[in-house]
C-alpha cells in the first residue's frame, strides 16, 4: 500500500457527509482540530530544543503543575476550536470555567470539550501523551451562558477523538457510525486513513491499572484483579498479561488495537473526588469511542455514558474496554 493508496481526511470525511450525514459544519471543526493536534505534535517533537518540556510556576484548576506545553496544547484548541461560527463554548481540563464565544448559545451549536495534553507527566520521559476531545451539539437555545449549561451527559456527544503523540502521531475520531483511525504523514502534513473500522475485540488476556495502588482498591477490583493473576489455574483458566502507561490515550489506543481493560477505579484514596478521570473531557469522549468499537465504558456497576454531571471538572471511576472484561467487573461490583 502506498499513501495514495489512503484517503485524506478531507476525502473521508466526505464520503461520511455523503453515507451518514456528517454535518459540513462539524467536518470543517474536524479539520481545525486536526490542525490543532498537527501543530501540538510538532511543539512537542520539538520541545527539547525550545526548551517547553517543562513545568511552569502555575498550577490549574485540577491543582496540578501546568507543564509549558499543557499552556500550549491549550492555546492551540482555543484557536482552532473559535474559527466556525457554530461554536458557542470551549471547555477544558486547563481552564476554571467555561469559555463562551459567541454571546448566544443557539440551538444547533457546538460544546467543544478538551483535555489539551492528557499524560502530561510522561513528557520528559519521551512516552507517549495524546489530546482528548469530545463534542456536543446544543438541541435547543441556552437561556442563560453559564458553567451549569455545558454538564451534558457523555449519551448526548455527536463525535469525539483522540490525537496520540507516540512513534507516529495518530488520530482517532467517530462521530456515532463507528471509530476510524488515521497517520499523520511528514511532508504533506495530511492525516491519512490507516485503521479503518477500528473495533475492540470483546476477550482479552491483557489488563491496565496502577498496581501501585492495590492497598487502596474495593473489593470488586481486587478480586478481579486477583483472579487475572492467578492464570491458567485461577478462575479466568488464561494467563492475564499487565501494561500501566500512565497516558490514558495510549492505554485506549492499545485496547482499541489489540483488545484489553483499562481501570482507574474509584478507591479508598480518591473516593472523596469522585475518582481520578475527569468525565468531560475524559471519559466520556473514550467511552463513546470505546462503545463505537463494540467495546463497553463503565465506573463500575453502571455505564459512563449515562453519568449526569453535576459539575464542570467531575472525576468518575472508568472501567473500559473488551466487552467481555467489563461485564464480568460490573458483575463483581453488583455483588
Ligand atoms: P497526567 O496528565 O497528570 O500525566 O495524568 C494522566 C492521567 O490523567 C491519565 O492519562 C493516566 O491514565 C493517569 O492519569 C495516570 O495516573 P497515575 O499517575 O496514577 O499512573
Known amino acids: 500500500m502506498t499513501t495514495e493508496d489512503h484517503l485524506t481526511f478531507r476525502q473521508f470525511m466526505l464520503r461520511e457527509h455523503r453515507r451518514v450525514g456528517v454535518p459540513k459544519d462539524l467536518i470543517f471543526l474536524l479539520e481545525d482540530i486536526a490542525t490543532a493536534c498537527r501543530t501540538i505534535s510538532h511543539k512537542i517533537r520539538s520541545g527539547a530544543f525550545a526548551g517547553t518540556l517543562g513545568a511552569t510556576d502555575d498550577t490549574n484548576v485540577q491543582g496540578e503543575t501546568q507543564k509549558e506545553l499543557d499552556v500550549i496544547a491549550n492555546d492551540q484548541f482555543m484557536m482552532h476550536c473559535a474559527n466556525t461560527s457554530r461554536v458557542a463554548a470551549l471547555v477544558s481540563e486547563e481552564l476554571d470555567n467555561v469559555v463562551w464565544l459567541k454571546d448566544k448559545a443557539e440551538a444547533g451549536d457546538y460544546i467543544v470539550y478538551f483535555d489539551p495534553l492528557d499524560g502530561s507527566s510522561n513528557l520528559e520521559l519521551n512516552i507517549s501523551v495524546g489530546s482528548i476531545f469530545s463534542i456536543v451539539e446544543l438541541k435547543e437555545a441556552l437561556p442563560e451562558l453559564t458553567d451549569e449549561a455545558v454538564l451534558i451527559a457523555g449519551s448526548e456527544q455527536i463525535c469525539a477523538g483522540y490525537s496520540l503523540y507516540g512513534p507516529s502521531t495518530s488520530l482517532v475520531i467517530t462521530t456515532g457510525h463507528g471509530v476510524n483511525g488515521f497517520t499523520h504523514l511528514n511532508g504533506s502534513g495530511e492525516f491519512l486513513l490507516t485503521f479503518p473500522d477500528m473495533t475492540v475485540p470483546a476477550t482479552t488476556q491483557e489488563y491496565a491499572i496502577n498496581a501501585s495502588r492495590?492497598?487502596?482498591?474495593?473489593?470488586?477490583?481486587?478480586?478481579?484483579?486477583?483472579?487475572?493473576?492467578?492464570?491458567?489455574?485461577?478462575?479466568?483458566?488464561?494467563?492475564?498479561?499487565?501494561?500501566?502507561?500512565?497516558s490514558m490515550v495510549a492505554e485506549v489506543h492499545r485496547i482499541l488495537t489489540r483488545g484489553g481493560v483499562f481501570l482507574y477505579p474509584r478507591d479508598s484514596d480518591n473516593a472523596a473526588m469522585g475518582g481520578r478521570l475527569?468525565?468531560?473531557?475524559?471519559?466520556?469522549?473514550?467511552?463513546?469511542?470505546?462503545?463505537?468499537?463494540?467495546?463497553?465504558?463503565?465506573?463500575?456497576?453502571?455505564?459512563?455514558?449515562?453519568?449526569?454531571?453535576?459539575?464542570?471538572?467531575q472525576r468518575v471511576p472508568v472501567i473500559l474496554g473488551s466487552a467481555e472484561e467489563v461485564d464480568l467487573l460490573d458483575q463483581y461490583h453488583s455483588e
Open 214 to 246: 492495590q492497598k487502596y482498591w474495593e473489593a470488586p477490583v481486587a478480586r478481579y484483579v486477583d483472579e487475572c493473576l492467578q492464570g491458567k489455574d485461577g478462575p479466568r483458566g488464561k494467563k492475564f498479561n499487565m501494561r500501566w502507561v500512565a
Open 278 to 313: 475527569r468525565l468531560l473531557y475524559e471519559a466520556s469522549p473514550m467511552a463513546f469511542i470505546i462503545e463505537q468499537a463494540g467495546g463497553k465504558a463503565s465506573v463500575g456497576g453502571a455505564r459512563i455514558m449515562d453519568v449526569a454531571p453535576t459539575e464542570l471538572h
